[in-house]
């Protein structure tokens, strides 16, 4: 099924009621974007668990908003008793929780599911399912609630006919809606404001140019693809002004893990002087990490970086290391930008005292 274009909102994914026999999520498969605009249909935990894998959704928060449907699609499919379904939903959260390590909004989405599910232990399963749909809902309108409120806390910092270096996609492809680093520049375009998103490539899968560069020019914001290896120039020419990249997961010490290639970025940021800023909501942290030396980093398959879109680019066999994300160290992140404010500087104190409000 094609999706069908919406300027004002793009909505990665979605619950569809109508699917029978009990509904289903439904998702834009973000692997064939932005040639084409396709909708998946999930009606099984495995294929959940592979949209996830796959990256037909991917993002840290969307990543979550779909482990929590899917926690309604593996119990649908099994046809839980008033007995099983308890212990169904802990199996179906364990298996989802194996589709990718690093972004925390997945255990996060399944952390919610997993508790609401125990106060609900003693009801039925027609009773418990309306309740699980409910919380998958709500974790979805709050990211949405969420995304809105980084966009308004950070478009202050864009700088009115300057450029913000982006990297990978934060936009809302990666969220319910809206995104994270992309909200900033979504609200203060809103705003009337001028200036020009460079947009990262992003190797070897390409998120910054299949699909930031989509996002942002269906919104009508001046885009500027460039190559990952073009970021320093772009910053020596005064080009670009500020960077401001999306989560995985943030440490209680602010260290930041986000998709390989970012901490280069902040290096670049800090030599050229420039202010380098992540915008992540609540569900992005991890305070149970004290640093960012214990946040896990996925490894991907070797063939993403020995082809280019399916493409061969290299010899065969020559050994590849294929890390997902890096971990950018606080001190040389300016800022925060959080759905309760900026946090700037950061430390761990400030990041206490901001996510306890
Ligand atoms: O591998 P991906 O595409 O899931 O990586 C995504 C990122 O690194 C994003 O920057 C991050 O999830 C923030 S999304 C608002």
Known sequence: ???????????????????????????????RLPGETVCLTCTTLQSVWDAIKTLQVRGAPAIGVAA?????????ERSPTDETWPDLVDKACDHLATSRPTAVNLFWALGRMRNHA???ADQSWRQARIALLDEAHRIRDEDAAMCRAIGEA????????????????AGALAT?????????????????????????????LLQGSRLTAWEL????INTMLICDN??????????????????????????TANKIGTYGLAVLAAAHDLPFYVAAPSSTFDLALKDGSVIPIEQRDPSEVRTVMDRQTAPDDVPVCNPAFDVTPARLITGIITEKGVISPVTTQAIQTALQD
């Open 154 to 169: 950070g478009q202050h910092l864009v700088p009115e006919n300057g450029g913000i270096i982006t990297h990978c996609n």
């Open 176 to 204: 319910s809606e809206y995104g994270t680093a992309l909200a900033v520049m979504y609200a203060a375009h809103h705003r009337g404001r001028k200036f020009t998103a460079y947009v990262d490539e992003t190797r070897p």
């Open 118 to 120: 125990r106060r609900l």
């Open 217 to 220: 020019q269906q919104a009508g």
């Open 68 to 76: 929590a449907y899917g926690v309604i699609v593996g119990l649908d």
């Open 1 to 31: 099924m094609t999706v069908p274009r919406q300027l004002e909102a793009i909505r990665p994914l979605w619950w569809n009621p109508d699917i029978a026999p009990h509904g289903a999520l439904e998702l834009i498969d973000q692997t």
């Open 230 to 255: 073009m970021a320093a120039v772009m910053m020596k020419e005064g080009k670009a002004q500020i960077v401001i990249t999306g989560a995985d997961r943030i440490a209680a010490n602010g260290d």
